[in-house]
């Protein structure tokens, strides 16, 4: 193992947003998923004392800002300033467990090493655009160069998305997999497909983590944690009521999301916004659309979108609406972002289909 001291790396990793066939992938449907201009970065440096420092700055919508001390001090954690414990627990939830895999598969950092890891973002968390994904690959790339295991991308995929689920309980290949690859990929049963697909331009409409009736409610707040779990577990329920019908549902998503590749390889956007409208009406039907959420995506149709729909996991009423709707602007692009603004959303342009994992060791 290659002596560290004095080094410098930092790893880069882009958001994910769902394009199609989130929560009927759980099932073995169709999703295709892309890597947005959006990127996370986490830098990994030698300090002098020992144990792992650790710092989230920047990252959109809570401000959030901690200062923690983990390892030998563990539990005397010191937060500076926060304004989202959720957010915050969570977001160092998946720090910790990546030193902890990586002390126990590779044995790196147990000579009591001082670390200093500060994590860069520009995703906001729990939105739906895979910010735990890009903590985890990122934190993993960085740890893995700084101790001199380096590693190939497949490698660092696996590790990460086996943080992800050990921290989650369950978490689906899309989005470590978007993380560290980039571009676009296919999930089909299970199996996931990289596909070679051209640029979209979207706008990304986020309902913040913290809604006003939640407050400083530390234990509502850490639920938020949860959302995705939680949300996965109503369309469960739902479905083995009406097996049928959401049977049907999940047909027809799955037909979506095929066709919608087609459209995007013809650059079809007219059909591509459609299908995307459909989509929505389908995620409406399995539950999974809050009302804000909803707004959002009606008042985008209104206001000239070629297509609208959630991304990601949705949300729940009873957690403030929390999650991101994905829009397909056309000529409105302006307009939408502004009525969206106004109701209150964080609004983001992006691209699609950007570069993956990309490390630098100064
Ligand atoms: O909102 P996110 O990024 O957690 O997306 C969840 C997507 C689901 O299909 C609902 C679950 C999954 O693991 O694929």
Avoid: W
Avoid at 7 to 17: D, E, G, Y
Avoid at 115 to 139: F, N, Q, R, Y
Avoid at 145 to 156: A, M, P, R, S
């Amino acid at each position: 193992m290659e002596k560290n001291m004095d080094k410098k790396i930092q790893a880069s990793v882009p958001a994910k947003v769902i394009l199609f066939g989130e929560h009927f992938v759980v099932y073995g449907k169709r999703a295709l998923a892309a890597a947005i201009n959006r990127r996370l970065v986490v830098e990994v440096s030698s300090r002098e004392r020992s144990g792992y420092h650790v710092k989230i700055a920047n990252i959109p919508t809570f401000g959030l800002e901690m200062d923690l001390e983990l390892g030998q001090e563990e539990g005397k954690g010191k937060a500076l300033l926060y304004k989202d414990y959720g957010a915050a627990t969570k977001a160092i939830a998946y720090v910790k467990e990546s030193i902890r895999y990586l002390e126990e598969r590779y044995g790196i950092g147990r000579g009591g090493e001082g670390v200093e890891i500060e994590i860069k973002s520009e995703i906001p968390l729990s939105a739906g655009l895979g910010s735990s994904a890009a903590t985890c690959v990122a934190t993993i790339a960085a740890l893995k160069e700084f101790f001199g295991v380096g590693g190939d991308l497949e490698g660092i995929r696996n590790d990460a998305h086996n943080i992800e689920k050990a921290v989650q309980g369950a978490a689906s290949p899309v989005d470590t997999a978007i993380s560290t690859y980039g571009g676009y990929v296919l999930v089909e049963k299970g199996e996931v497909k990289r596909l070679r697909l051209a640029e979209l331009n979207l706008v990304v409409g986020c309902v913040g983590s913290i809604p006003l009736s939640i407050g400083m409610d530390t234990k509502k707040a850490s639920e938020m944690g949860l959302k995705t779990k939680k949300i996965v577990e109503g369309v469960k329920t739902r479905k083995e009521i009406f097996t049928s019908i959401f049977d049907s549902i999940f047909a027809a998503s799955d037909e979506i999301t095929a066709q919608a590749i087609r459209a995007i390889e013809h650059r079809d956007f007219v059909k591509l916004g459609a299908l995307m409208n459909i989509n929505h009406g389908l995620l409406d039907a399995i539950g999974v659309v809050p009302r804000r959420l909803s707004e959002l995506v009606k008042m985008s149709q209104e206001s000239g979108a070629l297509g609208a729909k959630v991304t990601g996991a949705g949300g729940l009423d009873e957690m403030g609406g929390v999650g991101s709707v994905l829009v397909l602007s056309g000529e409105s692009v302006d307009r939408i972002k502004a009525v969206m603004e106004i109701a209150g959303a964080l609004v983001m342009e992006v691209k699609t289909g950007g570069e993956g994992l990309k490390t630098i060791t100064f």
